[in-house]
């Protein structure tokens, strides 16, 4: 299967700062890249839809402000959350389709303190 | 709106003691069921498409079917290490997002 990388696997920051989480496809090219985040044991949730080139698509109730998504090639994209609170603690996931399958990334786990 | 249920949530099981994960769903047209494998703190790892109701597929232990209403993940005499969270999702027509159900979590004792 394609390989979807996501860097980093976890990262520890402080209340107030800004963390970005990369996110490559590493042997085909990704037009589209989702991002999902997860709360312990509950369902991925899709925040956005990034295309190579163009502005993301949120979901509602997401705020694009803080959860900036940039795509500018085919093979990265980046998730950034500015002014992280203990409130965005969680488990973020990068996804890609190769055909119609999608692939994810390894998840990077977010905790803010 | 694009709905998956699974069910049971968790499930223990023996070692050996065969089981099914059920997986329901409503979408507007369905363009395919995705299961996907979990281990914690890790991204779904893919196990299989299905597109189409009677369809089948397997990997080793694992026996994906589909149905108009429905999917089951058949785990045939189960290992330690087949011990995950069982994710299945839907794609409807003309749409590439994924509707994920909230997982099986699976755990098998020696």
């Known amino acids: 299967g394609a390989v979807v990388s996501q860097h980093p696997s976890w990262v520890i920051c402080k209340s107030g700062t800004s963390v970005k989480i990369e996110c490559r496809s590493l042997d085909f090219q990704a037009t589209t890249m989702f991002w999902y985040r997860q709360f312990p044991k509950q369902s991925l949730m899709l925040m956005a839809t990034?295309?190579?080139?163009?502005?993301?698509?949120?979901e509602q109730g997401v705020e694009k402000d803080k959860f900036l998504i940039n795509h500018a090639s085919l093979t990265l994209s980046t998730l950034t959350v500015t002014s992280a609170h203990p409130e965005d603690s969680s488990f973020y996931i990068c996804?890609?389709?190769?055909?119609?399958?999608?692939?994810f990334g390894q998840g990077t786990r977010l905790t803010v303190v | 709106e694009d709905q998956v249920t699974q069910s049971p949530e968790a499930l223990r099981l023996q070692e050996g003691e065969s089981s099914s994960l059920n997986c329901s769903y409503t979408?507007?047209?369905?363009?395919?069921l995705f299961w996907y494998r979990q281990d914690p703190g890790k991204g779904p790892e893919f196990l299989f498409t299905l597109y189409s109701a009677g369809e089948e597929k397997e990997k080793e232990r694992l026996k994906a079917t589909l149905t108009k209403k429905e999917s089951f993940l058949h785990i045939t005499a189960p290992k330690p290490e087949d011990s995950a969270t069982y994710l299945c999702?839907?794609?409807?027509?003309?749409?590439?997002?994924?509707?994920f159900g909230k997982g099986n979590q699976v755990v098998v004792i020696p």
């Open positions: 999702a839907v794609a409807p027509y003309g749409n590439n997002r994924l509707a």
């Open positions: 979408v507007s047209g369905l363009r395919g």
């Open positions: 990034s295309n190579e080139g163009s502005k993301a698509t949120y």
């Open positions: 996804s890609s389709l190769l055909n119609t399958e999608a692939f």
